[in-house]
């Protein structure tokens, strides 16, 4: 068994030693980070590609994915950039995401299509409980301020919402909103992987005060993307990773 992160926005590795591994896929092949920890091994992807070379509505989620099943991989902490449209969260915070609403439009968003039956994933709690739990409780020792749970909203991209969507949003119920968490968190759950996500407030949504400008996205990112992966790399090294208290590995029901 093992454990990964994936790096959205700005985290791209972590700075230990590594090796790089290709992952073949029936999707397509993957490169992904061996990071070695003492006698463990966590493995690191980097969603948009090492460079930021793959814009968001054509990451290949799929085969992401589908590599780390095949690295035996089963729990999994992933970070994004997110804007925020509550009041309440502000840009350079970071969020646990709770739950997410679905505005993408045309990216394949399962591994079930047909062949195996009809099969349906269980969304009761798409990010895995045991896992934020633990990143709750770590992130209060460590003295990691997280400003609270939120629901993400993922839209298409890769353009950035316009006011009227970024207002229906809020009153939708989203509280950020990014462009790459849909499908990865359901096609973790298809392979019946313990997956949660952390977003980092990048900037204000559109419409909601100033507009983004590209230095202050990545500062944020920066200020606190080595506070997240090592607590990350906390979390998977030593604690006591276990299925028995979610629902990750029996979400799919077969019609
Ligand atoms: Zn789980």
């Known amino acids: 068994m093992r454990a990964a992160i994936i790096g959205g926005t700005g985290v791209y590795g ?3 030693d590594s090796r790089v591994e290709r992952v073949s896929t029936p999707f397509g092949t993957v490169e992904v980070d061996l990071c070695r920890f003492g006698d463990k ?3 690191f992807l980097a969603r948009h590609g090492r460079k930021h070379s793959t814009p968001p509505h054509l990451i290949n989620f799929r085969a992401n994915m589908r590599a ?3 690295l035996d991989v089963k729990y999994i902490y992933a970070t994004g950039a997110v804007g925020s449209c509550n ?12 739950d997410f609403i679905d505005f993408t439009k045309q990216r394949p968003v399962t591994f079930y299509d047909g062949k195996e039956g009809v099969i349906h994933a269980s969304m009761a709690d798409p990010y895995c409980k045991n896992l934020r739990e633990l990143f709750w409780q770590e992130a209060q020792k460590e003295g990691l301020k997280v400003a609270g749970e939120a629901v993400y909203v993922c839209t298409e ?3 950035f919402e316009t006011a009227a969507e970024i207002k229906m949003y809020s009153r939708l119920g989203g509280d950020v909103v990014g462009m790459t968490n849909v499908p990865e968190v359901v096609l973790a759950k298809e392979l019946g992987m313990c997956y949660a996500a952390v977003g ?6 559109t419409g909601m005060g100033r507009e983004v400008e590209l230095e202050e996205i990545m500062a944020a990112v920066e200020s606190n993307k080595t506070n997240l992966t090592n607590l990350f790399v906390k979390i998977l090294l ?18």
């Open 87 to 98: 009041e309440r969260f502000n840009p350079g915070e970071i969020v646990l995401l709770k």
């Open 157 to 159: 991209g890769p353009r």
């Open 41 to 43: 091994e966590i493995v």
């Open 238 to 255: 030593h604690a006591e990773l276990a299925q028995n208290n979610c629902q990750c590995s029996k979400a799919l029901m077969k019609l």
């Open 14 to 16: 972590m700075q230990v």
């Open 200 to 205: 980092i407030i990048t900037n204000w949504c």
């Open 68 to 70: 780390l099943k095949e």
